[in-house]
């Protein structure tokens, strides 16, 4: 887990100084750049005070993407802001981007015992499929916007048909990574429990190497 730092230099803001052409509805209008400037180091300023003031500890917490399983949603050295508290599993739903802990059948490579981040697909009691690299979700096929078109799904719902699809089991929730041909996710360590739940994402703050504030 790492704090993001929120450095870096604002929007180049334009304009020339003095200049009063367009008159004096411009003087009372900042230029649209010039507004998201500022709402872009409101939200820097208004995170930056929570995270000293360590309410992090207890609401919030910062995550950095290790890896490029999330691909395109999260990229490699993203940051990642997770909320802990007022959450609870049950409130989880399809589409959520989730922090657990580290699943106990994982035996893919890469760093052990560290917390991973995948989009919950199935929730308890659904069941789901995979035919034609497509998921179903209770034998409806998984509407996915956050995806490019003709994304490749990679391995297959194992041992998963239409007639026998995989039952998640109450409890439960089947997880996957966006980047399906190389994530390891439920597909190789089955599906995780709730209680091990650290939390939902919930805005990216960091992204290719500058602020990127964006809300999921």
């Given at each position: 887990m790492t704090t993001a730092d929120f450095g870096?230099?604002?929007d180049d803001l334009g304009g020339t100084p003095g200049h009063a052409a367009d008159g004096p509805l411009a003087a009372r209008k900042a230029p649209p750049s010039r507004r998201r400037a500022f709402a872009g180091w409101a939200v820097s300023l208004a995170l930056a005070l929570l995270l000293a003031f360590g309410i992090?500890?207890?609401?919030?917490?910062?995550?950095?993407?290790?890896s490029t399983s999330m691909v395109p949603a999260l990229d490699v050295y993203d940051r990642i802001l997770v909320q802990k508290a007022f959450f609870n599993w049950h409130q989880v739903r399809e589409g959520d981007i989730v922090v657990f802990t580290h699943p106990p059948r994982d035996h893919c490579p890469g760093p052990a015992g560290t917390d991973?981040?995948?989009?919950?697909?199935a929730l308890p009691g659904q069941t789901i499929y995979s035919a034609g690299g497509i998921l179903?979700?209770?034998?409806?096929r998984l509407r996915e916007p956050y995806l490019p078109p003709h994304?490749?799904?990679?391995?297959p719902i194992p041992g998963a048909t239409r007639?026998?699809?995989?039952?998640?089991?109450?409890?439960?929730?089947?997880?996957?990574?966006?980047?399906r041909a190389i994530s390891c996710d439920s597909r190789f360590w089955g599906p995780i429990k709730g209680s091990s739940i650290i939390g939902r994402v919930v805005?990216?703050?960091w992204h290719d190497g500058h602020p990127d504030f964006r809300f999921f």
């Open positions: 870096g230099a604002p992090r500890a207890f609401v919030f917490q910062v995550f950095s993407i290790p991973l981040v995948k989009r919950v697909i179903y979700v209770d034998g409806r994304d490749l799904l990679g391995p007639q026998d699809p995989f039952h998640v089991p109450h409890g439960e929730f089947y997880v996957m990574g966006d980047n805005m990216l703050l």
